[in-house]
């Protein structure tokens, strides 16, 4: 199901925006550094492979909950 854009969004919409897109960019980058370093194309450190993976394991299945959450939601709502 699509929804129709608002022609002006909210600020609370575009933080919200921003921020989902800063965060995937964070995944990204991760998998990325995670992915080049198992290949031997960069040097791993040990400092921040730890801090990526923490990142990861928290923030992917935190994402995966509160999407299900508000799709849960929003079929009540229906």
């Known amino acids: 199901m699509t929804h129709p854009v608002p022609a002006h969004p909210s600020q609370s919409s575009l933080g919200r925006d921003v921020l ?3 965060v995937a ?3 990204a980058a991760g998998i990325i550094y995670l992915l080049a370093a198992a ?3 960069i040097q ?7 801090f990526v993976l923490a990142f990861l394991v928290a923030v992917v299945p ?3 909950v509160q ?3 508000t799709r ?3 079929r ?3």
């Not at 791993?44 to 730890?50: A, D, F, L, N």
């Open 20 to 22: 989902v897109n800063v």
């Open 62 to 64: 935190a994402a995966a």
């Open 44 to 50: 791993e450190k040990p400092v921040v492979t730890g």
């Open 39 to 41: 290949a031997g194309y």
């Open 72 to 74: 849960l939601a929003a």
């Open 76 to 78: 009540r709502a229906e």
């Open 67 to 69: 999407a299900l959450t």
């Open 25 to 27: 960019n964070l995944v």
